[in-house]
């Protein structure tokens, strides 16, 4: 939606809520001015914020939409999650691990996917692994992953005779510098959810023994997905939150 046309669709809701620019301007507490140069189209003008607050005064759902050459920025988000799921199947596998990758789920109406399930058939342990490029809604992907966690083992049980005696989960995490801040903001959140650290984690993956729960960051020279292929020998650096590397630093 271009800015004529955005401005043209909140003079109209307006009208029909049969209320002045003034009356939206004090819903929104922004001064009539500014109403009066969104419904223009002017929003270059405008503040994202106030347009925000105009558009809630007047329950208008709005977002921002990001385009670059047609569909090329999906292509591209979804290039980088691809090389970095080839990276952690890379590794994987050549610990011994089988994979699925993509897996997809709808057991009673509850749907979803996994980015990568792995299972080790020697000790029987099953593995979660979810992969982000960016981190975004943490408690959505949290939730997200406690219903994979909750359904996914017994779906994998029944259809496969995957019987587990212990149960992994690894996010799998580009370690943009973005990504790092994120995760020293919520420290005590990845800290609790995803405890595994280097050392731990090595050991677990060589060896699959019980449960495990653990954050990895891979360095972002090793998702360009220019520089990587299916035949790499990849090594994933399991990687400590900031705030707790820090920590054991002093």
Do not use: Y
């Not at 699925?100 to 792995?118: H, K, Q, W």
């Amino acid at each position: 939606m271009n800015d004529d046309r955005a401005g043209r669709v909140i003079r109209a809701v307006r009208i029909e809520l049969g209320l002045r620019q003034l009356d939206v301007a004090r819903r929104a507490g922004v001064d009539q001015k500014t109403v009066s140069l969104i419904e223009r189209g002017e929003l270059i003008r405008v503040s994202i914020r106030s347009l925000r607050d105009v558009c809630r005064a007047l329950e208008i759902t709005q977002g921002i939409e990001l385009r670059w050459q047609g569909g090329m920025i999906d292509r591209l988000i979804d290039r980088g999650h691809a090389a970095l799921v080839e990276l952690a199947l890379t590794e994987l596998r050549a610990l011994g691990w089988e994979t699925i990758p993509e897996l997809t789920f709808n057991e009673f109406g509850e749907r979803g996917s996994v980015d990568i399930v792995a299972w080790h058939p020697r000790t029987r342990v099953l593995l979660i692994v979810e992969v982000k490029t960016i981190l975004t809604d943490l408690q959505a992907m949290l939730m997200s992953l406690s219903k994979k966690v909750r359904i996914v083992p017994g779906l994998l049980a029944t259809e496969r005779g995957w019987d587990r005696r212990g149960l992994g989960r690894i996010l799998v995490v580009d370690g943009s510098r973005g990504n790092r801040a994120t995760v020293a903001r919520h420290a005590s959140m990845f800290d609790a959810t995803f405890p595994g650290r280097t050392v731990e984690a090595r050991r677990w993956l060589h060896h699959a023994t019980g449960d495990f729960a653990g954050l990895w960051f891979v360095a972002p020279r090793h998702v360009n997905p220019r520089n990587a292929t299916p035949s790499q020998r990849v090594r994933l650096t399991c990687a400590r939150s900031p705030a707790r590397k820090a920590s054991s630093q002093a």
